[in-house]
């Protein structure tokens, strides 16, 4: 029973913030490879942030280098994508998903990924 359930999505107006959370149930964050996604209207899913298994490296997409931030806390079972400077482009529904850490994977790959959360919609207006 593994779950995945994202949260903090909402409506912020340009160059607003808003911090997503995703927590994990039914298993230990700290053996998966955890990622943030997003699917924009008309567009396909895409990787916005994903964490390494050791947790040294964390990819951004070019779209949102600088301005988003991957964290996470592995004692509350809870990952976080902070976002500033939100843009209207950056108006999607947000997911996060996981894999085990202990195969290869693609970083920021979704099908790599066998776990998702249901997604929390973000709207940036512009």
């Known amino acids: 029973q593994l779950q995945l359930v994202e949260s903090g999505g909402g409506l912020v107006g340009t160059g607003g913030s808003l911090r997503l959370s995703c927590a994990a149930s039914g298993f230990t964050l700290d053996n998966y490879i955890i990622g943030w996604f997003r699917q924009a209207p008309g567009k396909e899913r895409e990787g916005v942030s994903c964490i390494s298994s050791s947790g040294n490296y964390t990819n951004y997409a070019d779209t949102v280098k600088g301005r988003f931030t991957f964290s996470r806390d592995n004692a509350k079972n809870t990952v976080y994508l902070q976002m500033n400077s939100l843009k209207a482009e950056d108006t999607a529904v947000y997911y996060c998903?996981?894999?085990?850490?202990?195969?290869?994977?693609?970083?920021?790959?979704?099908?790599?990924?066998?776990?998702w959360g249901q997604g929390t919609q973000v709207i940036v207006s512009s």
């Open positions: 998903a996981a894999a085990s850490k202990y195969r290869m994977i693609r970083l920021c790959v979704s099908d790599d990924y066998p776990y």
